[in-house]
């Protein structure tokens, strides 16, 4: 019989869209000034801005803070971390 997977707790916390706290992240996929895809139990999430800089990420306790100018938070099932070319042509 399979244990029953627990799902880390999910947090938001972004202060004057200069910094953005989460919680319960399980990985960042891809990463640059501009852009930020991690993964979480609840979904993907893509951070939009500029000047992104990862200060925390601690993904044994799920951990993630960034600052920057945040323009956007996007919750999906899947982020595609493909570029221009990648998308046009798969």
Do not use: W
Request: net charge negative; hydrophobic share 35%; glycine share 10%.
């Amino acid at each position: 019989m399979q244990e029953p997977t627990v799902k880390r707790k999910h947090t938001v916390f972004s202060e004057n869209r200069e910094t953005l706290s989460l919680e319960g992240v399980n990985d960042v996929g891809a990463f640059n000034e501009e852009e930020i895809t991690a993964r979480c139990d609840c979904g993907n999430i893509l951070i939009k801005g500029s000047g992104l800089h990862i200060e925390v990420l601690d993904l044994d306790s799920g951990q993630l803070k960034v600052k920057g100018k945040i323009t956007a938070l996007v919750y999906s099932e899947s982020i595609s971390t493909k570029g221009l070319f990648g998308r046009l042509f798969s």
